[in-house]
Nanobody, 128 residues
Framework: VQLQASGGGLVQAGDSLRLACAAS????????MGWFRQAPGKERESVAA??????????YYADSVKGRFTISRDVAKNTVHLQMNSLKPEDTALYYC????????????????????WGQGTQVTVSS
């Protein structure tokens, strides 16, 4: 299984970025997908998640990103995206994509909770 994340970069506050995570080696429709981030000296936190296709694409967002970030999946391309708008310096972190099989109710309440696969990180840096 491979989760290949891309799209990070250095931007200014208020700018947008779109992260992508291309999945291979797994049945994409059967997995919940999500994004975590970890800033230096801080714990890794769940940012956003989207349920497996059979679950109706329920979503979860951390309070800190609600209204600014949008997660979506492209089943035809086995890819999950994270559209990040109105970026803030506190969004600076290493962003990881992940996949799990948690129940729908868990996903929409608190995101991925039992990660089966992790991707490599992509760095997002937001300057003030």
């Amino acid at each position: 299984v491979q989760l290949q994340a891309s799209g990070g970069g250095l931007v200014q506050a208020g700018d947008s970025l779109r992260l992508a995570c291309a999945a291979s080696g797994l049945t994409f429709r059967s997995y919940n997908m999500g994004w975590f981030r970890q800033a230096p000296g801080k714990e890794r936190e769940s940012v956003a998640a989207i349920s497996r296709t059979s679950g109706g694409d329920g979503t979860y967002y951390a309070d800190s990103v609600k209204g600014r970030f949008t997660i979506s999946r492209d089943v035809a391309k086995n890819t999950v995206h994270l559209q990040m708008n109105s970026l803030k310096p506190e969004d600076t972190a290493l962003y990881y994509c992940a996949a799990d099989r948690s129940p729908y109710g868990v996903i929409v309440r608190r995101g991925l909770s039992s990660v089966a696969y992790w991707g490599q990180g992509t760095q997002v840096t937001v300057s003030s």
